[in-house]
């Protein structure tokens, strides 16, 4: 068990050894030049609009992935606290939702019209894959966590110190950068880092794949919208 050793050793959790590992591959996916642009206050609104519609059709299908994850923690979870953590997550999707129509209608796009792209639908196949019962709840909440984090991380840096980014995007970063929502991040962490403490080296290497998977999807993600100058 090279990871869990690792921790014993530093009393550190999994998932720190993990950005530690793959440092260079998280910060890929949460330094990326489209939130850089949105931190030095370049960026090209065409680019925004074109995340913020994909994003919505993301988070759609985000939603039915985190119900499955509660389905999983209630029959597999050994703490009854878990649950919940996930179901705060679940009804906190409703507010998004309704926040991405607002925000959307604001910048004059319209929701129903949005096809998906290439990348954003790779993404949503990657969530109904981890959907099947088959996939064991310990991958599911480190995918379900690695999600969040990311822009958990990235929207914090577009209004932490320094940043000139432009007025009319900042409720948008404050959504994701808000202490909050890292002390929720904190508590999916917390709760992956538990699962994994407690893994088979076979979970544990799904585990660490799914992470790298998400990252580069992420990516991709980001990706799309950029392209869009
Ligand atoms: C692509 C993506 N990744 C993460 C999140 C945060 N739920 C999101 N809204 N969209």
Redesign the pocket.
């Known amino acids: 068990m090279e990871e869990q050793a690792k921790c014993e050793e530093k009393k550190i959790g999994v998932i720190e050894t993990w950005l530690r590992k793959h440092r260079l591959l998280f910060q890929g996916a949460t330094r990326h030049p489209l939130i850089l642009s949105i931190r030095d206050g370049s960026i090209n609104i065409a680019s925004f609009k074109s995340w913020l519609a994909q994003?919505y059709l993301?988070?759609r299908a985000?939603v039915p992935f985190v119900a499955s994850v509660l389905i999983k923690a209630w029959k597999e979870s050994d703490e009854s606290g878990d649950m919940e953590v996930i179901l705060g997550g679940v009804a906190s999707l409703e507010d998004?939702l309704s926040w991405f129509k607002r925000e959307s209608s604001k910048w004059g796009i319209s929701l129903s019209e949005v096809v998906p792209q290439q990348a954003n639908k790779k993404?949503c196949g990657l969530l109904e894959s981890l959907m099947s019962p088959d996939v064991e709840y310990t991958v599911a909440i480190t995918a379900f966590w690695v999600?969040?984090a990311?822009?958990q991380e990235s929207f914090a840096h577009c209004i932490g110190e320094g940043s000139k980014t432009p007025q009319e995007l900042k409720e948008t970063c404050e959504r994701?950068g808000n202490e909050a929502f890292a002390k929720y991040c904190q508590s999916l962490q917390n709760i992956a880092n538990r699962r994994l403490q407690n893994a088979s080296d076979e979970e544990l290497k799904k585990a660490e794949v799914m992470f790298l998977n998400v990252l580069e999807?992420?990516v991709d993600?980001w990706n799309m919208s950029r392209g869009n100058v």
């Open positions: 994003d993301f988070v985000f998004e993404y999600i969040e990311v822009y994701w999807y992420e993600f």
